[in-house]
C-alpha cells in the first residue's frame, strides 16, 4: 500500500467564517492585552503581561498570514466589522479605569484567561484539520498551540496569586 496525498477535505466557507470570527477576537484581543500590560505596569505581573501582549500580537498577526496562505481573505463587510470590534475594545468595558486589582483587574484576567483558551483550541482544530488535508504547516501549529498553553499557564499563575488581593476586605494589594 502506498502513501497518496489526501485531498483537502475541509468546506473552505465553513472554516473562513471559523478563521474570520478568530481573526476578530485577534484583533480585539491584541487591544485588550495591551491595555492590560498598561494597567499592570509597576506591579510583579507587569513582565509577564507586557511579553504575553508582545506574543498574542505576533499570534493574531500569523493568523493572519495563515488566512491569506489558504486564500480565506474576510471579505470587506467583515473586515468592517473587525475594525469596529477593536475600537470597542479600546473602551476597555471589563476595566476602564484601568485598574491593577478589585473586580475590574479580576475580570480582565478571567477574560484575557478565556481569550488565550479560545485561542489555543483554535490551533488545536487547525491542527487537527491538517489530517483533512488543510495544507498548513503542522508543526508551526504545534508550536503556536504549545505557547498558547504556556500563555494559559502564565495568566492561570497570575490570577492564583492576584484573585486574593483583589478580595482583599482591607483594600491593600499585593500584585
Same mark, same amino acid.
Given at each position: ?101 478589585? =473586580?475590574?483587574? /479580576? !475580570?480582565?484576567?478571567?477574560? @484575557?484567561?478565556?481569550?488565550? #483558551?479560545?485561542?489555543?483550541? &483554535?490551533?488545536? *482544530? ?13 508543526? =508551526?501549529?504545534? /508550536? !503556536?498551540?504549545?505557547?498558547? @498553553?504556556?500563555?494559559?499557564? #502564565?495568566?492561570?499563575?497570575? &490570577?492564583?496569586? *492576584? ?13
Amino acid at each position: 500500500m502506498t502513501d497518496t496525498p489526501r485531498t483537502r477535505q475541509v468546506d473552505d466557507d465553513v472554516l473562513a467564517k471559523y478563521l474570520h470570527s478568530h481573526l476578530i477576537a485577534g484583533n480585539s484581543g491584541k487591544r485588550l492585552f495591551d491595555e492590560a500590560a498598561k494597567a499592570w505596569e509597576g506591579t510583579f505581573h507587569a513582565s509577564a503581561l507586557s511579553r504575553l501582549a508582545r506574543e498574542v500580537s505576533e499570534d493574531a498577526d500569523e493568523l493572519e498570514k495563515i488566512v491569506q496562505a489558504l486564500g480565506l481573505e474576510p471579505p470587506a463587510h467583515r473586515k468592517a466589522v473587525a475594525w469596529a470590534t477593536e475600537q470597542a475594545a479600546k473602551v476597555d468595558p471589563l476595566n476602564p479605569a484601568h485598574a491593577a486589582g478589585g =473586580r475590574a483587574g /479580576q !475580570l480582565e484576567l478571567e477574560s @484575557l484567561l478565556t481569550a488565550v #483558551t479560545g485561542k489555543c483550541l &483554535l490551533w488545536k *482544530a487547525l491542527l487537527l484539520l491538517t489530517g483533512e488535508g488543510l495544507p498548513v504547516d503542522a508543526a =508551526r501549529l504545534e /508550536q !503556536l498551540h504549545d505557547r498558547a @498553553l504556556h500563555q494559559i499557564s #502564565t495568566l492561570s499563575e497570575i &490570577l492564583r496569586s *492576584a484573585t486574593a488581593a483583589n478580595f482583599r476586605a482591607d483594600g491593600t494589594k499585593q500584585h
